[in-house]
């Protein structure tokens, strides 16, 4: 498609050389040509499909060890996909820590593995676009958005594994679990500004540098989800 071609190139040459002028052109081209602007809508849903995948493979490979999941009893885990508790760490006493969401291990092990991990990765090539605060970079909140949806979804995918009816709801739970996190960023950064900043960049400096936390597998007593929130 000859138009599409345009919009490839053009996307190319804006990566590389962050060219405004050929910004400025597919700007005026998707007001003025319909047919081009659809062109570029289904190249982009492409891409994000294509990406949610990536995403999500990279979660698949972490997930069983971080949730300390049990093959032989994956019943057991079906409260982690209910009400975001698989965002929060577990203390010593085996109570859900909701003072600190994100700081699980796998957060920033996947940041790393799909934004940060080597010389083509978009931090490396685009670094001066992440948010600073408080003289601090950030990880945008977007960003951390994708990242978890795909941890949600690759404990979706193993714990309903045997589920049949579950594969019906996987398109609409990408974007019913993405709006639920975005919810719940928007509402703690509305919360505490300041401890919003610092977790984003806590996150932003773990998966800069691919650290790796050590991973809690306390099991989560899911008695407990209602005691606490956000």
Not at 39 to 58: N, V
Not at 74 to 87: E, H, K, S
Not at 112 to 133: D, I, L, T, W
Not at 174 to 183: G, I, K, S, T
Request: hydrophobic fraction near 40%.
């Amino acid at each position: 498609m000859h138009e599409a071609g345009i919009l490839e190139r053009c996307t190319r040459r804006l990566q590389e050389d962050n060219n405004e002028a050929l910004f400025k052109f597919i700007r005026r081209r998707i007001r003025k040509d319909v047919d081009y602007a659809k062109d570029i809508i289904a190249i982009a849903d492409e891409r994000l499909h294509l990406d949610r995948g990536t995403y999500k493979h990279s979660a698949k490979n972490l997930v069983r060890t971080e949730y300390g999941l049990d093959e032989n009893n994956l019943q057991a885990f079906l409260g982690l996909t209910d009400q975001l508790a698989y965002i929060f760490p577990v203390k010593a006493n085996n109570v859900i820590d909701y003072d600190n969401p994100f700081m699980r291990p796998i957060f920033p092990q996947v940041l790393y593995e799909n934004f940060f991990k080597g010389p083509q990765s978009f931090a490396f090539r685009y670094g001066a676009s992440f948010p600073v605060a408080h003289g601090r970079k950030e990880i945008p909140i977007d960003m951390l958005c994708l990242v978890t949806t795909a941890i949600y979804m690759a404990l979706h995918d193993i714990v309903y594994e045997n589920d049949r009816l579950s594969i019906q709801r996987k398109a609409a739970s990408w974007d019913a679990e993405y709006a639920d996190v975005m919810r719940f960023l928007v509402a703690l950064k509305n919360r505490s500004p300041y401890g919003f900043s610092t977790m984003m960049a806590k996150l932003y400096e773990q998966a800069s540098h691919g650290q790796q936390l050590q991973s809690r597998v306390n099991r989560i007593n899911f008695d407990k989800l209602g005691t606490g929130s956000l």
